[in-house]
């Protein structure tokens, strides 16, 4: 089984700073296979990232996804009010396919 | 605009099975795609429990693959979770979605199930 392990747990930022988020795999993923979700309270994930890199529909672009091999990055260059949620990354080409990180919660400072 | 909503019992005791279904609109199941069912226990992350591809073939997870049953209803434009000998372990919000492979781009709202006496 591939682990998805996500830092820091915690984030707290404020409005306007840049939010970097880390997944690490313990085995290599395909940059094909690796997407990010944003959660907000009491909603279901919405996707944000697909294939590493890729933006999903309606994504505002200070959303950016990077990375390769067993590391990836989400970066929110400019936090909105909005941007502050979980984030869980997911592999979805791996075995048991749809593992997820564990979350990280970016909160406001 | 494809939506999904998830129905079923709120309560289920220990032992016991699990049943909940997913209603889509907006899309019909038969035409392709994977549907599968994601979990939340309170204040914890995303567990996958497993995926139904239209044609009817099932992917589990390993860790609940002996409990889940996922069926689909293409009449009725459903599909439903079974999860058998429920302990509270498997109180959790369940979602339904709708995949591409495991990539989950539509999901239903949720729906809180706990298991207790």
């Known amino acids: 089984e591939n682990v998805l392990t996500q830092s820091p747990g915690t984030l707290s930022l404020s409005p306007g700073e840049r939010a970097t988020l880390s997944c690490r795999a313990r085995?290599?993923?395909?940059?094909?296979?690796l997407a990010w979700y944003q959660q907000k309270p009491g909603q279901a994930p919405r996707l944000l990232i697909y294939g590493a890199s890729s933006r999903a529909t309606g994504i505002p672009d200070r959303f950016s996804g990077s990375g390769s091999g067993t590391d990836f990055t989400l970066a929110i260059s400019r936090l909105e009010p909005e941007d502050f949620a979980v984030y869980y990354c997911q592999q979805y080409g791996g075995s048991p396919p749809g593992t997820f990180g564990q979350g990280t919660k970016l909160e406001i400072k | 605009q494809v939506q999904l909503q998830e129905s079923g019992p709120g309560l289920v005791k220990p032992s016991e099975t699990l049943s909940l279904t997913c209603s889509v609109s907006g899309y019909s199941i038969s035409s392709g795609y994977y549907w599968g069912w994601i979990r939340q226990p309170p204040g914890k992350g995303l567990e996958w429990i497993g995926s139904i591809y239209h044609t009817g073939s099932t992917y589990y997870n390993p860790s609940l693959k002996s409990r889940v049953t996922i069926s689909v209803d293409t009449s009725k434009n459903q599909f439903s979770l079974r999860l058998t000998s429920v302990t509270a372990a498997d109180t959790a919000v369940y979602f339904c979605a709708k995949s591409g492979l495991w990539l989950f781009d539509y999901w239903g709202q949720g729906t809180l199930v706990t298991v207790s006496s």
């Open positions: 085995q290599s993923v395909s940059s094909t296979y």
